[in-house]
């Protein structure tokens, strides 16, 4: 009924449409796994354990970082790779009459640092404007200069 031509013909376009569905099957599973959501941060975690860790410390640094919290075993060691920072810092020392000052620095593993500051805004800093900015004077709290704030000025692109 079918001749050996015909025969090779119909196993090569089955191979190579079985390829074709190999690789597209390939394409999906790689794109459901690399597009997944990234974990979840218990903010309620990370206030405990900063109150945990101002509770246990007299008098308070004006710093903590994640890695001093992790490694006193205030939070879990997969926390700072939730936030995808390199490091946090969390600034004890801030009031609420300095809205421009920080309260938490997230170094991300680019160098530049999303920093929350005590009024509730956010900026994306270069690593050299972060350090322009938060050179403080001589005992005085780490504050943004009032200039960038909410302009845009300062934010990596």
Known sequence: ?????TRK?????????????AVLCGFVLSAYYNNRPAPR?????????VRRFCADHKP??????FHELIAQGYLASNVLQKFG?????????????SPQ???????MPDGTHQALLSDGSVQQLSKSRFQ??????????AVPSGNSAGSGEGRHR
């Open 41 to 49: 941060v218990n903010g309620d975690q990370v206030l405990r354990a």
């Open 101 to 107: 000052m920080l309260l938490i620095d997230a170094q």
């Open 1 to 5: 009924m079918f001749n050996r031509t």
């Open 85 to 97: 920072a390199s490091e946090i810092t969390v600034h004890l020392n801030a009031v609420e009459t």
């Open 60 to 65: 308070l640094p004006e710093t903590v970082t």
């Open 132 to 141: 322009q900015q938060t050179a403080a004077p001589t005992g005085g709290p």
């Open 9 to 21: 013909k119909r196993l090569a376009v089955l191979g190579i449409g079985a390829s074709a569905l």
